[in-house]
């Protein structure tokens, strides 16, 4: 099994909800991302975990907030996000190794923020 | 920003035609690799190239990788309605931070 799956496909919250995003992978990968991307751009790095401990975090505001609960599964919990935060959410999965590996991305998770 | 450059932005080919897309990056790297994503989905991993390789095949896909000049580029021969997508350069400083280009929107036309 090669997939990473994410869900929902679809999310709309508002300003004052809490809402959780979910990935979930059965490759035995011990690496897992977060990554956001907004139309027409490259995805852009949020944050890491390794060993199902947080390895990197790029400044991400603390309405963000990354859980890792076992080696299959990543959350990303929201709370009072901002009309900006709108944006596909990617999940993605890999081996942890010295000299490179690709990513597996799971389809996304388009957010809209009202 | 360390962000890597593509060129072209977008490029619009007829099928059969080879497409050529090129990625500058700033910092050195272990290794580079190329992904595709069609319209809003996720992204597909196409190669890995590593900073002591030079050039590598897939299919109807060759990565050649300059270190000296930080650059690499992606040919695609033979291009088909269905290679339609965007496609990204990644580049690993040495870390788990990958760094993405600003990618080149493909379109191959029937």
């Known amino acids: 099994d090669t997939e990473v799956t994410q869900t929902p496909k679809h999310l709309v919250m508002g300003m004052t909800n809490k809402k959780s995003l979910k990935c979930e992978q059965h490759m035995g990968h011990r690496a897992m991302y977060w990554y956001k991307q907004k139309a027409k751009k490259p995805p852009e790095l949020m944050f890491v975990?390794?060993?199902?401990?947080?390895?990197i975090n790029e400044s991400v505001p603390s309405r963000f907030s990354p859980e890792c609960p076992n080696s299959s599964l990543l959350n990303l919990h929201l709370h009072a996000l901002q009309p900006e935060d709108s944006a596909l959410y990617l999940c993605a999965s890999s081996q942890v190794e010295s000299q490179g590996y690709e990513q597996y991305f799971g389809p996304g998770t388009r957010l809209t923020v009202t | 920003s360390q962000q890597g450059e593509e060129d072209p932005q977008a490029l619009s080919i007829q099928e059969g035609e080879n497409a050529t897309m090129n990625c500058s990056y700033k910092?050195?790297?272990?290794?580079l690799q190329w992904y595709r994503q069609n319209s809003g989905r996720g992204l597909v991993h196409l190669i890995l190239?590593?900073?002591?390789?030079r050039e590598k095949h897939s299919g109807r896909l060759r990565v050649t990788l300059d270190t000296s000049k930080k650059s690499s580029s992606l040919l695609i021969t033979a291009s088909r309605a269905a290679d339609t997508a965007s496609y990204f350069c990644?580049?690993?400083?040495?870390?788990?931070?990958?760094?993405f280009g600003t990618g080149t929107r493909l379109k191959v036309l029937a």
């Open positions: 190239i590593r900073s002591n390789e």
């Open positions: 975990y390794s060993y199902e401990k947080l390895s």
């Open positions: 910092t050195s790297i272990n290794n």
């Open positions: 990644a580049t690993d400083p040495g870390t788990y931070k990958y760094i």
